[in-house]
């Protein structure tokens, strides 16, 4: 009989089995095999490095006097002169980053974790729940972020916890958004749909078949939001809340010896530029992320592309 | 270049040794393409997905996709090389010597322009194609005329959103022929049309090639539109030419193994027959055997297939008949090419039973008063043009859509439309599989992991090694290897992740499965081996189907029953032989008169 010619299909191809598994991982590698990625990278890793290994490297003390105030380097007055207050810039310099990146990173993890719950949500759930989530994001949005936390700040004062929700609740609806748009393309795919069919909890189709798909612009996003949380929090500090004086954070530097700027400026610069190359850093790197995951045509599906950067314009 | 030499020898298209490369590597996409069309004719180019057929059809116009170049041979229209032409003749040969067709109309046509300017500008670009005592707009009007539209000043400034996926196709056409060419290449004009649209289209071709005297190269998947339309056919396989005749000469005494294959496996819509597909898939460009391509896939390859490339030689008598092969099959007519299908005893029992069944998307109601059965065992098709509703039938029965009324029962229990209403048993008896094998596989598991994610749902109980073995076995039910288990859905083909799709609804032993054209992104070689599978699964499983299809042709071959849709409703229902012999309903009657058939016995023009 014809029928039995339709015998097992003999594994073709010399090409093992090899699972394309992690697609963030994959990203990572692609993007570290750029110059871009190289560049945002290393940038990063030396101003975090720098903030983390700071409190540890002996030096002296970034509260007490050392000098005449505004005193230039040298004669005595430290690598990078003293500030307003006599202070060693570079002893603060070197103190003053872990809390500001310790901050935006924990308001950074909050933020995506809230607003992709929220934005996939209302992706698979559609209509009321979309119109509920989406709108309340939409509103949101329309308030300036920089308002927002010094109300909120203003309003019940300057702790710390207060801050990290303030930046938080800035940064979850854009997250939302974002993540809202990319899955909305996943959730209209036939294998969603084909596992919801069998009655499968929305939790359980979520966790399983909706997130693999969107790892990739979640880490495009965190890594665009950490850049947005620390030019935020730095902002606020520079405002003078979140950290008590004295002690120091790179925000608060800025605004202390601003009015010193024409007699020691590398109390203004050296903080501002630390900043600038760690704003810079994560951009470049998110971006490098984004080239990758987005750009190259080289894999069939190209998971919710589309609809990020639809978000994103 | 203003005069067209119109002798005999040298008019018409010749190309010879066409090769394709990679930019890159400059590893062969097409090699070694000849051959010759005299004018007044229509060659078609036969290939599966993959096989370079739209890379040859594009080349002859000088062109190469990016990535490719063309690296060597002669493309010569009337006696001129196209490829020896650079810059401004070449621009001037585009249009006027060679005019292209895409297969999507609507990407060849501005979204921004009236047709009526679109046209007039594709002229006024090469105005020495309009003849003494012609205007621009009677030239339009005239060509109008010709492709069957109306020339009147209102549908000359509609937009190309405004028409029909025909009319889109017809006025790209025309805009094809606008300038007078010599040669037309139309890359699978008609693959997204009905098959009456498919019909008329086709019918411009046939009638505009012989009365404007040019050559057409008309590139297709689709043997049955072939053999209807092209007075000889070349067969492309892995890049490379492997039979070559007329076209009459390859349906009726096919010598290549391959065309032989592809003529077991195209669906015939006048008998019932068994199909046989083509297992395995053609090698890629750069990897390419030392010898025959096909010869992993051949019944009777032998040790020289392996070791050197057959040419490409004439087994001709009286007219000539290309084929690369060493053994060359008998020659197969496509109308003795299978065996009859074994008719299914006993008379079973409904399964499956709609009543009065009505649905609507919003206000609109898009199936009126549907009933009809699917029997234990049996498969009943549904067919139907585009937006006849008999995807929207589909889906209201699995869940999907509902927006619905009417009165369903399923192995003796009602059947509702929310999903969430029915009991776990339904939904696992009651299985759907989708159009789509692309998009229905989640992309970031393993074959195993889709395959074992309903086991998980709907079996909590059964162990890590149980679910195994009932992977091992479902694949083995679709004829896939247990190599597959770790692969990820990507790396495998069209056919390979429909099947897997299918394992994937058979693994819960479903009594109903409902297949909404599973087989319409698949090659014909590839659908032949799903269609057997599923009717091996009637009979040894007692699997009952509601097979929803555009193709009569496959209908004949798998389905007992068939109900045929119109605008919502149904038309016609019985047997499948009695209806599709002795249609009564007109709207039946169209359908099967318009259907093209590899026999070519209905080719009134």
């Known amino acids: ?251 608060v530097m800025v605004n202390e010896n601003r009015l010193g700027l024409a007699t020691n400026y590398w109390g203004v610069l050296a903080p501002a530029i630390m900043l600038a190359i760690l704003a810079v850093g994560t951009n470049v790197f998110a971006d490098a992320l984004a080239r990758i995951a987005f750009g190259g045509g080289e894999s069939e599906e190209t998971p919710a592309v589309a609809g990020l950067e639809l978000a994103k314009s | ?173 025309a805009m094809a022929f606008s300038c007078r060419p010599r040669v037309i290449v139309l890359d699978e004009p008609t693959t997204g049309l009905d098959v009456t649209t498919q019909r008329r289209v086709l019918n411009t071709v046939r009638e505009l090639t012989a009365e404007h005297n040019v050559t057409s190269v008309y590139v297709s998947h689709d043997l049955a539109v072939v053999a209807q339309l092209a007075d000889q056919t070349a067969v492309l396989y892995a890049g490379r030419l492997v039979e070559r005749a007329r076209t009459a000469a390859i349906f009726r005494g096919a010598r290549h193994p391959y065309t032989v294959g592809l003529l077991k496996a195209v669906p015939s819509p006048a008998r019932s027959e068994i199909l046989v597909g083509i297992e395995g898939r053609p090698p890629r460009p750069g990897r390419w055997p030392h010898g025959c391509p096909f010869a992993d896939r051949c019944a009777s390859v032998v040790e020289q297939c392996r070791e050197e490339l057959p040419v490409l030689r004439d087994l001709g008598d009286t007219e000539s008949h290309e084929v690369r092969c060493f053994r060359p099959e008998p020659p197969l007519s496509v109308a003795h090419a ?107 598991m393993t074959v195993r992991e889709n395959l074992e994610e309903p086991l998980r749902y709907f079996y909590p109980q059964l162990s890590r090694r149980e679910r195994a073995e009932k992977v091992h076995d479902v694949l083995a039910t679709v004829a896939l290897s247990t190599a597959y288990t770790e692969r990820m859905p990507h790396q495998l083909s069209g056919g390979e992740r429909q099947r897997v799709a299918v394992g994937r609804a058979l693994i819960v032993d479903p009594e109903v499965m409902v297949c909404d054209e599973i087989t319409s992104a698949l090659d014909v070689s590839v659908q032949a081996l799903l269609v057997e599978q599923l009717r091996r699964l009637q009979v040894e499983r007692g699997l009952s189907m509601l097979f929803i299809t555009h193709n009569l042709a496959v209908v004949r071959s798998i389905a007992q029953e068939v109900v045929v849709l119109c605008d919502g409703v149904i038309v016609e229902h019985g047997p499948v032989d009695q209806v599709l012999d002795h249609p009564t309903h007109a709207y039946t009657q169209q359908l099967l008169a318009d259907l093209p058939s590899a026999e070519g016995d209905n080719t009134a023009a």
């Open chain 1, 1 to 251: 009989m014809t029928t039995t010619t339709i015998g097992p299909n003999s594994a073709e191809g010399t090409a093992p089995p090899a699972k394309q598994r992690g697609s963030v991982r994959r990203i990572l590698q692609g993007a570290l095999a750029t110059r871009r990625g190289q560049v945002g990278l290393a940038l990063t890793v030396l101003v975090v490095g720098f903030a983390f290994i700071g409190p540890f490297v002996p030096s002296r003390s970034p509260v007490e006097f050392s000098g005449v105030p505004y005193s230039l380097p040298g004669n005595g007055a430290g690598l990078l002169g003293t500030d307003a207050l006599g202070r060693d810039v570079f002893a603060r310099l070197l103190d003053g980053g872990w809390s500001l990146l310790l901050l935006a990173t924990i308001s950074t993890v909050a933020a995506v974790l809230v607003g992709t719950v929220a934005g996939v949500v209302a992706a698979y759930r559609g209509r009321r729940t979309e119109l509920f989530i989406m709108r309340s994001v939409d509103i949101m949005l329309a308030i300036p972020q920089l308002v927002f936390v010094l109300l909120i700040v203003s309003v019940i004062g300057a702790k710390v916890w207060l801050l990290v929700l303030a930046v938080t609740l800035c940064q979850a609806p854009q997250v939302a958004r974002v993540m809202y748009a990319a899955s909305q393309d996943i959730c209209e795919r036939d294998f969603v749909k084909a596992v919801a069919l069998w009655g499968m909890a929305p939790r359980t189709v979520i966790r399983r078949h909706v997130m693999p798909s969107l790892t990739t612009p979640l880490a495009v996003e965190t890594g665009l939001r950490l850049s947005f949380s620390i030019i935020l929090i730095s902002g606020i500090n520079f405002l003078g809340f979140g950290t008590k004086p004295p002690n120091p954070s790179w925000g």
């Open chain 2, 338 to 444: 299978k065996e009859p299908v074994p008719i299914l005893p006993g008379h079973p029992q409904p399964i499956l039973a709609v009543r009065s069944l009505v649905a609507c998307y919003g206000p609109r109601e898009v199936l009126r008063d549907i009933t009809f059965d699917v029997e234990k065992g049996r498969c009943t098709a549904v067919v139907g043009q585009s937006g006849s509703g008999k995807t929207t039938l589909a889906r209201s029965l699995v869940g999907l859509h509902q927006a619905w009324a009417g009165d369903v029962s399923f192995a003796g229990a009602g059947l509702g439309p929310d999903p969430r209403r029915r009991t776990k048993e339904q939904r696992r008896t009651l299985q759907y599989v989708f159009q789509n094998p692309y998009s229905s596989l989640n992309p970031r």
């Open chain 2, 1 to 173: 270049m203003n005069s067209h030499p119109t002798s005999q020898h040298d008019s018409g298209l010749v190309v010879e040794g066409l090769t394709v490369v990679t930019d890159e590597r400059g590893t062969p996409v097409v090699e070694d393409i000849s051959f010759a069309v005299p004018a007044g004719q229509v060659m078609g180019l036969v290939g599966e997905s993959g096989s370079g057929k739209s890379t040859v059809g594009v080349a002859l116009l000088g062109l190469a996709r990016q990535g490719l170049r063309i690296a060597a041979g002669r493309v010569c229209i009337d006696g001129v090389d196209i490829l020896s032409l650079q810059g401004k003749s070449l621009q001037d040969a585009r249009g006027r010597l060679v005019a292209y067709v895409p297969q999507d109309p609507i990407s060849g046509l501005n979204p921004a322009l009236s047709v009526g300017r679109q046209l007039r500008e594709a002229i006024a670009i090469h105005r020495d194609t309009v003849r003494a005592g012609e205007t621009i707009r009677g030239r339009v009007r005239q060509l109008m005329d010709e492709v069957g539209l109306p020339s009147t000043d209102a549908f000359l400034s509609s937009y190309p959103h405004q028409m029909s996926g025909g009319q889109q196709q017809r006025v790209a056409i």
